[in-house]
């Protein structure tokens, strides 16, 4: 019997050819990078409790774009339905810790965009896409599919620019043990087994 496809699906379908291109080097964890919000809305988290999403991307440098690139490869590689945008820092609206955290993200925001103001804009959250950050990131630990301990790229914190430029940002340190001793499932990894 022939192993025949679905005539229907296969016809609807638009030929692809896989990506050539390379992606900019991921970024690193304990390593200070110029970010910009690439995205930022209002949501809900699984347990539906309202939230404020931010997607973050590096800005410039080796690795600018790095994370909208990304999640375009594995999007076409694996399903656009499989991959959200990794980069992203939640904040709950109802929670007083989180917000204070959001409140610090905007203050690092306006050291960070001259002229800018929060208030200036009624407290409207789009109106800080496009804004540029000083970002870093640390390493999260967690047990994948396997049983095997692997490692996830995680955003640490937020910074103004100019402890950035300057060298005064406080950065995370990397806890990865060497890349030979691990799985490495950081931000981008090729691992289609961990859709955060």
Avoid at 24 to 52: F, L, Q, W
Wanted: with cysteine; net charge negative; proline share 6%.
């Amino acid at each position: 019997m022939a192993d025949c496809l679905d005539k229907d699906f296969y016809e609807s379908l638009e030929a692809a050819q896989p990506r050539v291109e390379e992606l900019p080097p991921k970024p690193k964890a304990g390593v200070p990078y110029i970010g910009e919000i690439a995205r930022i809305y209002s949501g809900e988290t699984k347990k539906g409790n309202a939230c404020i999403n931010v997607e973050f991307d590096i800005h410039d440098g080796e690795s600018a774009g790095y994370f909208q690139a990304d999640l375009e490869n594995r999007s076409q590689s694996f399903g656009a339905d499989n991959w959200n945008y990794d980069a992203v820092q939640t904040y709950l609206k109802e929670n007083n810790y989180q917000m204070k955290l959001f409140k610090g993200l905007i203050e690092n925001i306006e050291k960070s965009n001259a002229g800018f103001s929060f208030a200036d804009s009624n407290y409207d959250i789009e109106s800080l896409a496009d804004k540029i950050v000083g970002i870093a990131f640390k390493d999260r630990k967690y047990v994948d599919k396997n049983g095997n301990d692997a490692y996830a790229l995680t955003i640490a914190r937020t910074y103004p620019i100019s402890e950035i430029k300057n060298g005064t940002a406080n950065l995370p340190k990397s806890t990865k043990p060497p890349e030979d001793d691990m799985i490495d499932h950081s931000t981008g990894g090729s691992e289609p087994d961990i859709p955060f």
